[in-house]
């Protein structure tokens, strides 16, 4: 991919990139070379999904977690998307249980990857949390890991 180089035309142009890609250049997974040409770097980018797993398989039964807190405990808070990508593309459903991941107000997500809002509510239901209007309180839910 190559970018013109004239401004504000240019950084519009490599946010779309990025965020159509669903990364987060703060976050160090795409590199931009002298020529303009937009690399995402595929180390880093597998690297971070495999600590996200890592992290997400530490959520407790019972329990959840952010996608800025699994950000935040992979080692960069901005890494919130990444985390919402990664989890999209679970590898292992019954093993990473991608379902305790929650938005930042408790939101359980709208396009849950593997059935959709229910299947995440029921999930959660399963395990004794409780789900009031697609929402999960995480004063009383939350992992504090």
């Known amino acids: 991919m190559h970018l013109q180089k004239n401004g504000i035309k240019e950084k519009y142009?490599?946010?779309?990139?990025?965020?159509?890609?669903?990364?987060?250049?703060?976050?160090?997974?795409?590199?931009?070379?002298?020529?303009?040409q937009v690399i995402l770097n595929i180390i880093k980018i597998m690297t971070l999904n495999e600590e996200i797993y890592k992290t997400v398989m530490k959520i407790p039964y019972g329990k959840v977690a952010t996608y800025?807190?699994?950000?935040?405990?992979?080692?960069?808070?901005?890494?919130?998307?990444?985390?919402?990508?990664?989890?999209?593309?679970?590898?292992?459903?019954?093993?990473?249980?991608?379902?305790?991941?929650?938005?930042?107000?408790?939101?359980?997500?709208?396009?849950?990857?593997?059935g959709g809002l229910k299947v995440q509510s029921d999930l959660l239901i399963s395990e004794g949390i409780e789900v009031i209007d697609g929402?999960?309180?995480?004063?009383?839910?939350?992992?504090?890991g």
Request: net charge positive.
């Open 13 to 36: 142009q490599i946010a779309s990139i990025i965020q159509n890609r669903h990364m987060d250049m703060s976050a160090g997974l795409v590199d931009i070379v002298a020529n303009g």
């Open 68 to 114: 800025g807190q699994i950000a935040t405990l992979c080692g960069n808070p901005y890494y919130a998307r990444a985390v919402g990508n990664a989890l999209h593309k679970n590898p292992n459903p019954q093993k990473i249980p991608c379902y305790r991941v929650v938005n930042s107000k408790g939101k359980l997500t709208e396009n849950f990857a593997f």
């Open 135 to 144: 929402r999960v309180n995480l004063e009383k839910y939350q992992w504090r």
